[in-house]
Every structure is written in C-alpha cells, then in structure tokens.
C-alpha cells in the first residue's frame, strides 16, 4: 500500500469520505488511489476557492469534515478566502496540501514556495508529512484538531514521495467520542444567571452551536422564562429558522443599528458567540459595541461544551422546557409589478420549500430576505462568516453534497458570484438540486455605501466607476449555460416568481437571473 491509498484509507475510516479537490501533478498518486478506495467521493472543482468553500458548507449542514485536495502552495492560496470563512465558521475541514517530493526541494523548481506560512493564516493545525508509514498516524491528529470544539482548519502537507512511496498504513481504530468542549465556568454562569434574574435589562446573544438543535431551543427557553432579549450574532454559520422555530434577532450589520438593539441592555451573555464589535472601523466611531455600562458575563466560548452552558444557566433560572416563543407559520403573498430587490425576497418567502436550506450571499438586494422567509416552513440559513464575499455558490455546493435530498437555494449577490461561479459547473456535473437566485443589481452596491461612510467626501466619478458592474452588463445566464445550467432572466415580479417555482420544482441545478434596481 502506498501513502496516498493508506491516507484515503484512514480518512474513511474516520467517516471522511468525501473530498473536494483541485489536482496537478503532486497530487496524482492521490487521485489514482481514489479507484483503489471506492469509499471516497472525488468532487472535481474547478477554482480551489470552490473547493474550500464547498467543505465548509458540507461540514457545517454535515457536522463532519470533508477533505480538500490543493495543489501546493499556489493552490491552498487560491482556496484562502473560503478556507478563512471556514475558520470564521468553525468549520472542521480537512485540507491536504500536495507538494514536492522532499527529494526535489534542493532544485527550488517553478511551483515551490513556502506552503506552511500561507496554511497557518487559516489553520489551527499544519503538518507536513514526513513519512510514508507515519501519514495515516498523521491525517488522525489533523482530524482530532479539526474536529475541535471549536471545528477548525487541519493542513495536512502531502510531499509526492511521501504519497508514491510503499509501507503506508491505514490508522483506523476505535471512532474517538464526540468532543463536546470545556466544562463551563460555574461562577460566570452562577453571575449570568443572577443578572437574569434581576430586573435589570438582559440580553442572550448566542451563535455557532447555540443558533441549532437541542441548545438553541433551551436558549430559547431561557429568554422565555426572564423576559430577556434573544439575539444572535450578524453572520451565524447555520441558524435554525421558520415556522415552529424560536424568534431570535440577528444583530444588525450597521454599528448604528446594533447600538438600536443592545439600547440600555446592562447584561449581555455570551452563548458561543463572540462580543459584538464593528465589522469594520470607521473615523470617529467606535469599534465596541457594547454599550457603556452593560457587562458581559462570556457562559460559553467557542471551545466550550455549549450543551452543558445552556443547560446550566437554564436549570438556575428555572427555564421551563418548551416554553420558548415560536415562530408562527406566514407565508407573505406572490409579488406583483416590475421587479425590485423586495420583489424578490418576498416570492422566496412565498415559495421556500419546506426543509430548504439557505445559503445566503444576497448582500444589499438580500436585505429583505430574512423578514420575508422568517414564518416560512422549517429551514436553515447559511451566511458569509468571515466577510469573505465569493462564499455563497461553494457553501451551496457543499451543503447540497451533504444533504443531496433537501433543496438548496444560492441568494447570490451578482459581485459575489463572480469570485467562484464555476460551482456552478460542479452542481451540474453531480446533478445537485441547487436553486440560485442571481441578485443582478449591476453594481458592488454596498461600497457605494462605505464610501460614503468612510468619510471621503464627495466620490468622483472615478471612485464610483470602481463599483460599477455595468459596463458591459455582465449575461448570467448565458454564464450559467455555458456552465452545463439551465436558466433563465426575470424582470418583473410575476416572471421571477414563475420561474423561481419552476426551478424549486424541477430537479437538478438552475439559475433564475433577477435584473433588480440597486438599493444604493
Ligand atoms: C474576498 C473579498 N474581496 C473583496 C471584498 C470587498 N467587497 C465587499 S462587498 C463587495 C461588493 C459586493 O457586491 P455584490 O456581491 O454585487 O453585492 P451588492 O453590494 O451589490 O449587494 C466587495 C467587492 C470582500 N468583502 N471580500
Ligand atoms: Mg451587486
């Protein structure tokens, strides 16, 4: 057995059987070794930053990691922006680096550089392997990093020696336990439980593991039993929405507007979820959010055993299960008229299949998506967690991957969607049932907002012709087609709202193209 065939051994022995990669020639024992393991699946991208971000929304709806296969250090580069999404997710995620032989390092030849710089900027774990007969030994330490809590990135550095070489070995071994994290703090929840129940003004501002499952609904509870505020962090990686779900808020994106939410709140507790802070600075602003004289009592981080917190500081405020507010089931009506941005989140709210699965890169076109899906049936919502835009199409891919029986919809802004619209390619090619809905708004309207803000003064058309997407206007369907998709283009709210119902019915992945007026 060789290396290559003893790593993709130990991965499935693991339940990691799926791997996203983009190849080239260090990599190709690995890629051969893929027809001597039938367990794993090989999903071809065609853009590393596909492939990251595919593993990211395949470990997020998964709970497990799925591998990625990169090219050197050109090609871990190409996949960073995903990969520090993935970071920002908590994802666990597998990346195998292929490299030179160890043998051919002294030529410095065209594609080496410097791979385990680039890999610690989004990994908690890099290693480049330094046997043959220690690389199975090697791939279940990165899944033990990975799988965290919190999940995170694993670099595994595959030297092509170490992958052709005879004498691999397949560590396979007794599944390890479901990590579930660090025991809470007893005194921090002792005081977050007593400022609950105080009549002073609290809030819940939960996120990664508390925004799903067993633990967001005891948060819930908890907030139904002390009349405090519930909200979760702006970008969660998975949140738990729709009819029969708790109401929970985000916090907003604009400072302005979480200084609005967290308006005399004088406790706020931390539920896997960081202290707000300004997704970016601004001249004369603050970059903490926390309002002056509130304290914040951190319950649990993101590498502590959230189950056992919210369980803990629920069982001291006397939480009663099942008392949490649901959401009720509301559905808005179809939209009517020429097509606009509002016109399009509420047909998806009217339309959005039970089950569906969200993977939301709808930026300013996508403002009213939220309130327009929040009574929809049952689903989950996946956003830009590291602010990283080119996320949405990859995430979808991922997450379909994983749960090839739901449907996926992609609210894809049109600037987001050209860093990675090749997942598109992919989505056909494994026949996933991945619905996007392409925001075409012409423009990076949201900086047209941040230039403003920023202070600069009154932009020149120079400065505005930076974010201007429409000349020439850029043919997503024509795209998508080319790309193996069916689509089509709307431009009034009764053609999207058919042609979003055609596509959600029809298996297999399409476009629906909204040309929408930008709302700034
Ligand atoms: C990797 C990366 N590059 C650049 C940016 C800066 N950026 C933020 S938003 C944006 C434009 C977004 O345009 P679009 O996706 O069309 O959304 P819209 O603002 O039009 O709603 C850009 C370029 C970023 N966030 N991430
Ligand atoms: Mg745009």
């Known amino acids: 057995m060789n290396g290559a065939q003893a790593l993709i051994g130990t991965l499935v022995a693991h339940r990691v059987d799926t791997c996203f990669m983009n190849p080239g020639t260090s990599e190709m024992h690995f890629v051969a070794a893929l027809d001597e393991v039938p367990a794993m699946h090989g999903v071809l991208a065609l853009f590393e930053g596909v492939a990251t971000g595919a593993a990211d929304g395949y470990a997020r709806m998964a709970g497990r990691p799925a591998a990625t296969l990169l090219h050197l250090g050109p090609g871990l580069g190409n996949g960073l922006a995903n990969l520090h999404n993935a970071r920002r997710a908590h994802s666990p995620v597998i990346t195998i680096v292929g490299d030179h032989a160890v043998t051919h390092r002294a030529y410095d030849a065209q594609l080496q550089s410097d791979i385990e710089t680039v890999a610690r900027n989004v990994s908690t774990f890099v290693r480049t392997s330094g046997s043959t007969a220690g690389l199975g030994a090697d791939a279940v330490s990165a899944l033990a990093a990975a799988a965290g809590p919190p999940g995170s990135v694993a670099t595994l550095i595959l030297p092509a020696d170490v992958s052709w070489s005879e004498g691999g070995v397949v560590v396979d071994g007794p599944p390890a336990p479901s990590p579930t994290g660090a025991a809470p703090d007893d005194a921090v929840t002792a005081a977050a439980a007593g400022a609950l129940r105080s009549d002073q003004p609290c809030a819940l501002l939960i996120g990664g593991r508390a925004c799903s499952g067993a633990a967001f609904e005891i948060v819930a509870d908890i907030a139904a039993a002390t009349g405090c505020k519930l909200l979760c962090e702006t970008f969660p990686a998975r949140l738990e929405r729709g009819a029969g779900r708790p109401v929970v808020d985000r916090l907003a994106y604009l400072a302005e507007f979480t200084a609005m939410q967290l308006e005399g709140v004088r406790h706020l507790v931390l539920l896997d979820a960081r202290s707000p802070v300004s997704f970016f600075a601004y001249p004369g602003r603050p970059s903490d959010l926390v309002p002056e004289g509130c304290v914040v009592h951190p319950v649990a981080g993101e590498a502590d055993d959230v189950l056992a917190a919210v369980s803990g500081l629920a069982a001291l405020v006397s939480a009663e299960p099942g008392s949490a507010l649901h959401q009720q089931a509301d559905r808005p009506g179809t939209p009517t008229g020429p097509l606009t941005a509002q016109g399009v989140c509420q047909a998806l709210g009217a339309l959005l299949p039970e089950g569906a699965i969200v993977s939301d890169e709808g930026n300013t076109s996508g403002l009213f998506a939220p309130g ?10 996946l956003c830009l967690t590291g602010g990283a835009i080119g996320q949405g199409l990859p995430v979808a891919l991922g997450a379909a991957t994983a749960e090839p029986d739901r449907r996926v919809i992609a609210l894809e802004a049109d600037g987001s969607a050209l860093y990675t619209f090749q997942a598109w390619w992919t989505m056909a090619r494994q026949g996933l049932d991945v619905t996007t809905i392409l925001l075409n708004n012409h423009s990076y309207a949201v900086l047209n907002m941040e230039l403003d803000r920023v202070g600069v003064g009154s932009p020149g058309p120079k400065a505005r012709d930076m974010l201007d997407l429409g000349r020439p206007s850029i043919d997503f369907v024509q795209l998508a087609r080319g790309l193996g998709l069916t689509a089509s283009r709307a431009e009034t ?23 929408v007026p930008s709302l700034l």
């Open 372 to 381: 327009a899906t929040a009574g929809a049936p049952p689903h989950d919502w």
């Open 493 to 515: 709210a009764e053609d999207f709202t058919d042609q979003l119902a055609r596509a959600l019915a029809t298996p297999g992945p399409s476009v629906v193209e909204a040309v």
